[in-house]
């Protein structure tokens, strides 16, 4: 039997998840992670691996801590000693080298019979005591004759600070040697050199302090498993992969810091994706120097940049990193530094790196490791205080766009960049008159795009209503198509409104991308009025701009305050225009968001609300309406002032009224917050031929009457009704408006 063979085999851990070599129990997986030809989803289709197992078993208390960390190495090699209840099909190569760090971690806590019992799986493989040089009757029979006899074999690559290591004869060592050298030569620049190993205490296994490069077959298929050659077994299961490789800390380690060792699989797909696996696993080598107890993702993806710039220096072809890309421009919609089962993104996020060393230089990426040696900076986190993710994050999904015309790309950089990634899924906006809510999810450090195609000619105006506004984690970034000519990206990420006219040269968009992204490191972005995007027929005669207001309602042991935020509003003009010197215009549609506090006796209030305001074109106006608007303005031949009515009401808003007590009284109450703007009159401004209609306003709505122009309130005198009114008391209910409106009018 090869026993030596065979055990080395299962202590490999296959680093590249690529849709070449990563399956399932259906099948091989396409690059979304799930089976080709199966439609059930990832998690249903992949069995629990024995580490998952293992670890429920744990946090049900049926085995202890120590017993877990044994049956993991159990697993991880395939020993007959695994408990039966935690054999999987599916190896968990992964695992590998998060066991071996969290032992080393924990070493002086652990148990000296546990200790002992872990010692062939942690030494060296070129150690008489390893499990690779360890014959066991108890394995079942391989095809393959005995070749446990065969001895380690050691050289010093020249021109390096690495040994290789085989087990055969010197010149099986050949043609790795030269590859060897070519990466550590091209390796300068990009990470720098890793710790020396040091030598001893055994000299025959670690005779100097060369990094460590142990060279092991792979197979398609383990030899050892017998159902993996019955005739009614999925041999898809018993996979080991053509690539893969594990780095092991070394002796002596420094807190969290250490040298490392490697075991590498030299049955390769080709020459390339070998040399690939050299350069990730001398990267890991040289961040086991700055941090050994960092996450997984961050040591892959780093380390697959690192790849993947030794594989260009050397003039390769670094298919490895091209079909990472491939599958993390299918998942941008997900979190950048995802870890969970169905969706991991540790090899695929190399491309973050490559963004930001090319807008920072190579050296960035080891200062992410630099910053991760800090104490509580780990992850994401350290790549935060190198890489500002506030700032980088969203041009990275800008970058992600991925084509030359509106900024670069890729090849920009990387002439052999696989041609024609982008992002997917894109959501395909309407090309017709709309309201589009840009409301798919978004979690922590995710993008999602919004693609318009084209407009049908009756579009005249685009609007976003940005709410995302006053959130700092919320980005949008817009491509805009004018013509048959890209333009640069645009930052619209703090603009409450962005209106594009089409009947502006400037503006007439053919197409346009919206990228919206969550630079947020925890979580998702808060709940709240998400963006929306109109697209509408009328064009740019209109009049537009904000408006905000806040009531303050102070009566007896009432002191509430209401604010509605700012808030961007429109009016049409109406088709049929009937009083002279006047023109009269409908609110378009928008939206109001309300927010209370304050108090009511011994008792707090606070709550929020969205008030949709529909619009009435053309209609006859009706004050009984909760949520409506006009704006009427009178020229200078008829007095040169406005009026503004808007009426935010939605009478089953409600706030949260809590009252002290045990256990404390919480009840709805009604927002009765009722106008955005209610200017009964304001001169206009003018700036040069532009009016421009701004004011800032307060209205007591017990005392409005204070608000009329001094004819207006001499004409109300005269009535004996309205005596009452005038002698009101004031100060229970007052508002303050602000607002700024100017006309867009059509280009000639």
Known sequence: MLIALVVAVVMLVPRFRSPLNEVTKGGAKDSRGQSAGSQRDDTDALPAT??????EALKKADITYEESLLQRAYAIFDDPRLDPLFRSPVMNWDAASALFVEIDSKETSLSAGLLAALEPFRVRPNDPRSIVNRPRADVVKTRQPHDSAIGWIGRAVPNTNLRIWIKGSPVDLDPYEPLFEAVWREFQGIF??????????????????????????????????????????????????????????????????????????????????????IAHELAHVTQFGHDNNENWWLKDSTASWAAYRVMKKLRRNPTVSYDYAARFMKGLHLPLDRMDRAEHNQYDAWLFFLYTSTELGDHIV??????AERAGIDDIKAVNEAIPLDKHFPLFTVRNWNRAEPGPAYTTWDRTFRPGLMPDPINAMPTNPAMVTLDEPLPKL????????????????????????????????????????????EDWSRDNVKVLCRDLPQDDVSELVLIVSNSSMTGPLPPGPQPRVVTEEVGCETVEGTAKATLRRKDGGVDLTYVASLTTVQFRPRTVQ???????????????????????????????????????IDQPLDPTRPAWGYLNVVSKEGGDFHSIHISAVD?????????PGNPPSVTKVPIVAGYLSKILRQTNTHNGNDVIYSGRQTLDADRFMDNLPPEALEVLKNFPQAQAMLNRQGGKYVYTFEWEMKPRQRSP
């Open 50 to 55: 024995s580490e998952e197992v293992i670890a």
């Open 651 to 659: 009478p089953n808003a409600r706030a949260t009224k809590t009252c």
């Open 446 to 489: 995710s993008a999602q795009y919004y693609h318009y195609t084209a407009f049908d000619a009756n579009v005249r105006r685009i609007t976003l209503q940005n709410f995302y506004a006053l959130v700092p984690d919320a980005h949008i970034w817009a491509l805009k198509k004018v013509g048959s000519d890209w333009k640069m990206p």
């Open 366 to 371: 080891e200062e992410v490791w630099r910053q």
């Open 578 to 616: 009937d009083q002279e010197f006047n023109v009269q215009y409908d609110l378009l549609p928008t939206s109001v968001v309300w927010s209370v506090t304050g108090t009511e006796g011994d008792c707090t209030v606070n709550g929020r609300a969205v008030v949709n305001i529909p619009s009435f």
């Open 192 to 277: 720098s050199y890793p710790d020396d190993d040091a030598p001893g205490p055994d000299l025959a296994t670690n005779p100097d302090g060369a990094i460590d490069f142990y060279l092991i077959h792979g197979r398609e298929v383990d030899p050892r498993v017998d159902y993996c050659f019955a005739a009614n077994s999925n041999p898809v299961w018993c996979t080991i992969g053509a690539t893969g490789g594990v780095t092991k800390p070394a002796e002596p380690r420094r807190f969290r810091k250490s040298s490392a060792y490697v075991q590498l699989n030299r049955s390769m797909l080709n020459e390339d994706v070998l040399v690939d696996a």
